[in-house]
């Protein structure tokens, strides 16, 4: 055996003397003395449950606030211009931000409020203004020509509102007549808390 041949044969033998203790022992060799992948084995048993954990923080609960109402004249009655129009018959009053007497709704929740109103006039021309604060924001004007008419207008609209903000209906008319109705009408409602 020449010398060529001997190491050849020692290097197999290493290999052979590699593979028995395990496969290969270079590091990061993952090609030589390794056979093809076996199957899958069986899904083993669930371990067991850990510990409870750590109690969380308190969350918080919003609770949305509401304010809305509605009202109707209720009676006939005859208005001084540029003062509030009372509103005697209230169907809603959520939160009791209206004072019906008075016909002044006042803010106390600040936010985005939708108004709507009705004026219905018989034999009167009449003028009504949205007013908040001292603005005013739209009206309506109900004109009568002649005798034996019944007319009715309505307006709305959407105000962003400060708490203690007063709306309000304001006749424009001197000693505006109304009349005994329920369709002269004033509503409110919070849409969005801010």
């Not at 669930?46 to 609960?61: A, C, H, L, V």
């Not at 018959?89 to 008075?102: A, K, L, R």
């Not at 019944?150 to 000693?175: C, E, H, M, Y």
Request: proline fraction near 4%; charged fraction near 15%.
């Amino acid at each position: 055996m020449d010398i060529k041949t001997g190491v050849e044969f020692l290097l197999l033998l290493l290999a052979v003397l590699r593979f028995q203790r395990g496969g290969c022992q270079r590091i990061g060799c993952n090609t030589c003395c390794r056979g093809p992948t076996g199957k899958v084995g069986a899904k083993g048993d669930p371990g067991d449950i850990g510990p409870r954990g750590e109690r969380g923080e308190n969350g918080s609960i919003h609770i949305h606030n509401i304010s809305a109402f509605s009202a109707v004249l209720g009676a006939s009655l005859t208005h001084n211009a540029g003062e509030a129009l009372p509103f005697i018959s209230i169907h809603t009053n959520v939160g009791d931000d209206f004072d019906g007497p008075s016909g002044i709704f006042t803010c106390t929740i600040p936010g985005i409020y939708r108004f709507t109103y009705s004026i219905y006039a018989y034999d009167e021309t009449l003028e009504v203004f949205l007013m908040k604060n001292q603005d005013n924001i739209n009206g309506v004007y109900v004109y009568i020509h002649g005798t034996d008419y019944f007319i009715a207008r309505s307006n709305s609209a959407v105000l962003q509102l400060a708490s203690g903000d007063k709306v309000w209906l304001k006749s424009t008319t001197p000693n505006g007549q109304f009349h005994n109705s329920d369709r002269t009408t004033f509503s409110g409602v919070i849409i969005h808390e801010m």
